[in-house]
């Protein structure tokens, strides 16, 4: 086997060394994954192990393995150097942030007294230091050759992002390639290659990309301007940048979004999988809709999640004659079966685009009404705002109605917010579990206290009856304590009510089927 040689001992030494310890580190892995013990569902790291009082010792942190595919994850976690060295690059905002922990719990390790508590980073701070990395991590994808370019990436997009050109906000879009990519047309080449690092002269070239197109940069130059292609490309050396308005950009693969940048802070859209809520909550608003409708209602939300804008649809169980209701501040149309293709010619005008639940269109750029509401959020925009008030003045007037809001940072919020459905078993079993605990001869205290925080957790789906069941358990294992031990911290239990909202309509009627919420168990 290759081995690589460096011609100063002491950087010879500390390869040795950095691969001996990367070699435990490997080794760990291998041995948790191998075990019959390990935890399915659940994805491990390890850091590189640190020497602590003559041992060496490894962080290991799990995560559950469908948070990490919850959202768009590059398939590679390192890039190819040379043919006997290759570079660890993070494949998510979440890897990301994953490498930081395990960087700080090695750190920490290397302090006096490892393992006493003491105040860590925010978790601000850290999940900045993992945009960076994530960043830079991906612009080393694109260019290997230009490492101070690439560890300022996330610098540049975001100063960038931070001016203004002539009182402008910023938008448009940067194409993060490799400098011969050929996956799309040059329309303009700049004869004089400019710095990315020339973040005023960028911001000015970036209106050309403001109405289509985008400006080409491998992370160190901007090359020129391109033709306006969705770029789709799988391969892992391809990404886009978005500039969404003042300080606020995305970093997207193959259209899917790897990390938003508002305000100097990274996030990750808030993935609602709006597809098994539709198909739960189609039905509950809707009586009797089929499922011819049903999934034409799901892919034309899919589509309206590929708008590069946002988009609002309101789906009335009188389509109609709200059509005519608000017929003055619409655009009505024909009635018309709504396909994907045509979809995306309505939703480039503003207002909502109203619909039956078969799908049928009636109007576009509905401007909507509704009295003002507390269930709004000033945080916030117009179109989401709207939609709250619009769709519970409907509910008011018995009208069955659901909005789906599609926002320009990515997510789909659905209005109203309907609480799952689940079993009525789990809870059946928990109260029933508490009441035998409460007359036992010996009280289970930990279990006890487990039913208890399980209960408090569904309290939403308890009825009436249950509340009084599990309050009068409560009440007696709390009297019992009492006499065993008069002067022993009390731990204030709150009372069970029933909640307004709840009724039996929150429970599947088969006890066969599924459940969004987990199948809720107490064990």
């Not at 001992?9 to 075990?35: C, G, K, M, T, Y």
């Not at 925010?122 to 830079?136: K, V």
């Not at 290997?144 to 540049?156: E, G, P, R, T």
């Not at 089929?290 to 590929?306: F, K, N, P």
Request: hydrophobic share 35%; with cysteine; aromatic share 8%.
């Amino acid at each position: 086997e290759a081995q690589m040689y460096q011609s100063h001992p002491l950087a010879q030494q500390r390869q040795d060394a950095f691969l001996h310890r990367r070699s435990i580190r490997d080794a760990i892995l291998r041995i948790i994954e191998r075990h019959p013990a390990k935890p399915v569902n659940r994805s491990f790291f390890v850091s590189i192990p640190t020497l602590v009082e003559g041992y060496l010792v490894s962080a290991v942190l799990s995560v559950k393995a469908d948070i990490l595919n919850s959202y768009h994850r590059l398939a590679s976690g390192e890039v190819s150097i040379h043919e006997y060295r290759t570079m660890p690059v993070a494949r998510s905002l979440i890897d990301a942030v994953i490498d930081e922990l395990l960087y700080q719990a090695s750190d920490g390790l290397l302090r006096p007294d490892p393992g006493l508590g003491r105040e860590g980073p925010e978790a601000e701070e850290t999940i900045r230091s993992a945009g960076r990395r994530l960043a830079r991590n991906t612009a080393f994808r694109t260019n290997q050759h230009a490492l101070d370019a690439d560890y300022f990436f996330y610098d540049a997009c975001d100063k960038i992002s931070l001016l203004r050109y002539e009182q402008a906000e910023g938008h448009g879009r940067l194409l993060l390639a490799p400098k011969d990519y050929d996956g799309v047309r040059t329309e303009i080449a700049f004869k004089d290659k400019v710095r990315l690092k020339n973040h005023r002269r960028v911001r000015k070239l970036l209106e050309l990309a403001s109405a289509g197109g985008a400006l080409h940069t491998d992370s160190e130059y901007v090359f020129g301007l391109l033709s306006d292609d969705d770029v789709m490309e799988t391969h892992e050396d391809v990404f886009e940048i978005i500039f969404r308005g003042h300080h606020h950009w995305e970093l997207r693969h193959a259209g899917q979004v790897l990390m938003g940048v508002r305000f100097g802070q990274p996030y990750l859209p808030n993935p609602i999988r709006y597809e098994s809520k539709l198909r739960q909550d189609l039905p509950r608003l809707f009586p009797g809709i089929d499922d011819t409708s049903t999934e034409l209602l799901l892919s034309l939300v899919e589509e309206s999640e590929r708008e590069r804008h946002g988009t609002l649809l309101i789906i009335s169980g009188e389509a109609a004659s709200e059509t005519l209701r608000l017929k003055d501040q619409a655009t009505t149309i024909e009635p018309r079966l709504l396909s994907r293709e045509l979809l995306a010619h309505l939703t480039g005008i503003d207002g909502a685009v109203l619909l039956d639940a078969t799908g049928q269109c009636h109007a576009i750029g509905v401007i909507l009404d509704g009295q003002a509401t507390p269930q709004g959020d000033p945080a916030r925009g117009a179109r989401y705002n709207s939609a709250v008030r619009y769709v519970q003045s409907a509910m008011e007037r018995d009208i069955a109605t659901l909005g789906v809001v599609v926002s320009e940072d990515g997510g789909v919020d659905l209005i109203p917010d309907l609480r799952p459905m689940l079993k009525r078993s789990p809870l059946a079993s928990a109260i029933a579990e508490l009441e035998e605990i409460s007359k036992a001869d010996e009280i289970r205290r930990r279990r006890y206290s487990q039913l208890y925080d399980f209960l408090r957790q569904w309290r939403f789906y308890l009825l009436s009856e249950d509340c009084q069941r599990i309050n009068a358990a409560i009440e007696e294992v709390e009297r019992r304590f009492d006499e065993e031990d008069p002067m022993r911290m009390k731990i204030i239990r709150e009372p069970f009510n029933p909640d307004p909202v709840m009724d039996p309509s929150f429970y599947y009627e088969s006890e066969d089927s599924p459940t969004e919420t987990g199948n809720p168990s107490p064990v």
